[in-house]
């Protein structure tokens, strides 16, 4: 099993930044790919950014230019930098990790930006 611990989320306003982190335990070896999703309310959770282990990144076209998605290989931790946050970034964020075709979960980190 591998277990995923967000960090970092909080309230910001608008034009501001936050740094989530994730950090990564148990059955590490092997982990693939690692990523953040976020749902916000009464919608569907979806992908942010991800990253896979040789460092290769995807955004969603909202985020790009705004969101940096970073890795330490070193550590099992897997970061986001997140710049010129809008009102529309607000929701929860999750943390994910693939490992041998099965996807781990974090409990999610809640992000909120006010106008």
């Known amino acids: 099993q591998v277990q995923l611990v967000e960090s970092g989320g909080g309230l910001v306003q608008a034009g501001g930044s936050l740094r989530l982190s994730c950090a990564a335990s148990?059955?590490?070896?092997?982990?693939?790919?690692m990523g953040w999703y976020r749902q916000a309310p009464g919608k569907q959770r979806e992908l942010v950014a991800v990253?896979?282990?040789?460092?290769?990144?995807n955004y969603a076209d909202s985020v790009k230019g705004r969101f940096t998605i970073s890795r330490d290989n070193a550590k099992i931790t897997v970061y986001l930098q997140m710049n010129s946050l809008k009102p529309e970034d607000t929701a929860v964020y999750y943390c994910?990790?693939?490992?041998?075709?099965?996807?781990?979960w974090g409990k999610g980190t809640l992000v909120t930006v006010s106008p």
């Open positions: 990253i896979s282990s040789g460092g290769r990144t």
């Open positions: 148990g059955i590490i070896f092997s982990i693939n790919a």
């Open positions: 994910n990790a693939e490992r041998n075709g099965m996807d781990y």
